[in-house]
């Protein structure tokens, strides 16, 4: 073979491997080099991801041991015996063929033992330096026990309040989304891949997740091109220009395909288009369950569609480890793609400088719960409260009594939230251990035992002390467990016998502050006029105890924004403040409350409007909301100008004061409208925000800068447009209120 063909195979050869050769400092020949020496059986070894079959009690199974050994293993997740983990690895680094180290993977998702608000709390704070030091505090705990890769941030949009997995999601907005993404990112990782406390993230699930149809999760997902770049893809996009070094795909099927057998979405979206160079994981069973969708015929049949998607490493099932050599001797599979999945499994064990220090635990102590990280944890939960009906009751004063009553008031499992692994619950301080712990004059009556209880067995205690008390704390919301994956529910009302408490109650005439700890958007409509005050408090973690007094007493102010639109009621999800417009919007010119509906109406008498009878079309609360306890003016909004061209941006601001009595935090936001477009475009979209904090009567003018970019979009032949005409543009303190403006782009 002449010099030029030998030059060309190995081009060909080694480009087979390099997905995007950057600045990879030798990594790429490294790989190579690898690969050369790697048995198929190894390599087949790399691709498999083991479950808890790796036996985290009792002692490690020989066979587990001999697999390591034989380079038959790549990584393991939930292996929580760090005895195990030191075994494991260094059979791996000094016993296997190539000592290729093992990844040890775990689900951190917003804590590992010091546990923050649920990921939707800390979409609630809208504070990027929040969400990325409760990732780094994770990253931190975590990599001590020798955990170097998470399944985290978890990045679907959401916009629908029954899909039990909005709890762990950054919301409903593109833009919100996309700012946490990079924070999480740059926590979880650190500055220093190599560092022993940089944890690789998991973007996941790949993707469309949270659009499942009815918020059944698991459910088909049908997005076409256009809403799933300019709705769904950015946050992932945002994520790997991040560099996160890992990505999962997701159960569902987008369109007609299972997303881990897609090759659409896992090659030519994220390889070709966004550049992705990391690895991908498989979501537990994801590859198998291609079945019982209906798209793989067997075992081997979906191991050979996910490989040909591009799908790197199968968690917990054994499709690849059983069929790759089979695929392979039937020519179906080539070494040349087994590589590309090896490759990109390597790389990341290389960029995470494993080779040469590979992860153990680490023998420190007290890396557990320092005050540095309860603190963060404190201050994570304050700024994700929303305030969403305050009636003059809060802040509290000291000189009252309390009454403390409610499923949630002492509840320390139910307070860490969905996907709390490790997070240890006589670790949490819950309002009953904060207010035990104050000089506070309270009386703690349960009123009922857990969130779902429906005797009323206790109700008489509670009103008693409603009844000898000047103020009623009702702590309500959901277990734990009625959020996270799987827990969708169709009514999200709030469970149990809990409103018929509160109505009990609201008898005695006394003040109530409801303080709602769930996984979700909490449908409050049958109540709300029966309480004075309304706090959502997500599922705040270790410290929300601490974090509600503080905020309850006025010692801090709720500090957070809705992340999702909050809906009367489930009926009216999915629900979103960046809708579209529609033939026939709803308005109150047109809406006639089906109470006060004429009988024997006409036909066609009542306003034809996208609206529903009974719920009308507005949420409860919307998008960006949250009440603080002062209170701002927006006045004065200027543009710079009133038309630009494409390659022109344009500044917009405003002033706002506080006019209130109390130092006060505000997230003003930023909104734009797209009027006439090549495809319709949703009646507003947030574009950008900025926290500020204003002590009494001091006012800023706050400025934000569009850029051209920032007003283009994807059409449904994957192009990204910009088009000249109308633009509306509003700052202000939610999605639906503000002062406006518009532009022009010529
Ligand atoms: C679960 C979840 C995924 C998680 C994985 C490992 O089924 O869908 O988010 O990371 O399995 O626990």
């Known amino acids: ?28 020949a490294e790989i190579h080099s690898l690969l050369s020496k790697m048995t198929i059986e190894e390599k087949i070894g790399q691709t498999s991801l083991r479950g808890t079959s790796s036996r985290v009690d009792g002692s490690l199974s020989d066979e587990l041991k001999s697999a390591v050994r034989e380079g038959r293993i790549g990584a393991f997740l939930n292996v929580m015996n760090t005895d195990y983990v030191k075994e494991l690895q260094k059979i791996a680094v000094e016993e296997s063929p190539n000592k290729i180290p093992l990844l040890f993977g ?20 809208w504070n990027k330096d929040v969400a990325k030091s409760g990732a780094r505090i994770s990253a931190l705990e975590a990599s001590s026990v020798g955990i170097r890769w998470t399944f985290a941030p978890m990045l679907d949009i959401s916009r629908d309040a029954r899909w039990g997995r909005i709890a762990e999601s950054p919301g409903e907005d593109p833009f919100l989304a996309s700012v946490l993404a990079k924070a999480y990112i740059e926590g979880f990782q650190g500055e220093d891949l190599k560092s022993s406390t940089s944890m690789a993230a998991s973007i996941k699930h790949f993707i469309g997740y949270g659009a499942a149809i009815g918020g059944r999760d698991y459910n088909t997902v049908i997005i076409h091109n256009a809403l799933l770049h300019n709705v769904y893809l950015p946050p992932f996009k945002t994520a790997i220009d991040a560099g996160a070094l890992t990505l999962m795909t997701a159960f569902n099927e987008i369109n007609g395909i299972p997303a881990t057998g897609n090759k659409f979405l896992l090659k030519d979206l994220l390889r070709d288009e966004l550049g992705f160079n990391g ?15 209906g798209y793989a015929r067997d075992y081997e049949h979906a191991a050979e569609l996910s490989i040909k998607s591009g799908m790197d490493m199968e968690m917990s099932t054994h499709a690849y480890e059983n069929s790759i050599q089979k695929l392979m001797d039937k020519n179906l599979i080539s070494e040349k793609e087994l590589d590309f999945l090896v490759a990109n499994i390597l790389r990341v064990k290389l960029k995470m400088g494993l080779f040469e220090k590979p992860s153990f635990p680490s023998n420190e102590q007290n890396v557990f719960y320092k005050t540095e990280y309860l603190e963060a944890a404190k201050n994570a939960a304050i700024e994700s409260f929303v305030l969403l009906k305050n009636e003059d009751v809060l802040p509290l004063s000291s000189n009252q009594t ?85 827990h969708s529910r169709a009514n999200i009302d709030l469970p149990g016998a809990q409103e018929e408490l509160i109505s009990k109650l609201a008898e005695t005439g006394k003040p109530i502050v409801l303080v709602i700890m769930a996984g979700r958007p909490i449908s409050i409509m049958n109540i709300i006029d029966k309480v004075d005050a309304v706090l959502m408090a997500w599922h705040p973690g270790t410290m929300g105890g601490p974090a509600l007094f503080d905020v309850l007493a006025g010692i801090s102010e709720p500090g957070g924004r809705l992340p999702v639109t909050w809906p009367k009621d489930g009926a009216q999800s999915p629900i979103y403040y960046n809708h579209k417009n529609t033939g026939r919007p709803a308005d109150q010119f047109n ?29 409860h609360f919307p998008f960006g909301y949250g009440l603080t306890y002062t209170d701002f003016e927006y006045s004065d909004i200027s543009i710079s100008s009133k038309s630009i061209q494409v390659n022109e941006s344009v500044e917009i601001s405003a002033k706002v004061k506080n006019i209130g009595s109390r130092k006060g935090r505000e997230v003003v936001q930023l909104y734009v409208q ?19 904090t204003l002590n009494p009567g001091e006012e800023k003018t706050i400025k934000f800068t569009i850029n051209p970019k920032d007003l283009s979009f994807v059409t449904f032949n994957d192009e990204r447009v910009l088009e000249p005409g109308k633009f509306n543009v509003w700052i202000g303190p939610n999605s639906s209120s503000g002062i406006n403006s518009s532009f022009e782009l010529k």
């Open 1 to 28: 073979m002449g010099f030029l063909q030998r030059l060309f195979f190995t081009v060909i050869a080694f480009s087979s491997i390099t997905i995007l050769a950057q600045s990879d400092d030798g990594i790429e």
């Open 106 to 125: 775990r689900d951190v998702i917003h804590g590992f033992k010091t546990i923050f608000p649920i990921p939707l709390g800390i979409a609630a704070t």
């Open 279 to 293: 690895f991908i994981v498989s979501d537990w069973a994801s590859v198998t369950e291609m079945i019982a969708h």
């Open 402 to 486: 309390f009454a403390v009553i409610g499923p949630l008031a002492d509840a320390p499992h139910e307070q860490l939230g969905t996907w709390t692994f490790d997070g240890d619950k006589e670790k949490t301080i819950t309002p009953v251990d904060a207010f035990q712990n104050s000089s506070i004059d309270f009386m703690f009556a349960q009123g009922l035992t857990y969130s779902r209880d429906k005797s009323t067995e206790l109700f008489e205690e509670a009103i008693s002390a409603a009844e000898n008390s000047d103020v009623i704390l009702f702590f309500g919301g959901e277990e734990s467990i009625l959020s996270g994956e799987a």
């Open 591 to 619: 809406y006639t409350n089906i109470d006060d509906i004429p009988i024997g109406a006409w036909q066609s008498s009542i306003g034809n409007r996208s609206h529903y009878l009974d719920l009308g079309y507005k949420p």
């Open 674 to 692: 797209d009027v006439v477009a090549s495809i319709t475009r949703p009646v507003k979209e947030l574009k950008g925000f900025e926290i500020i």
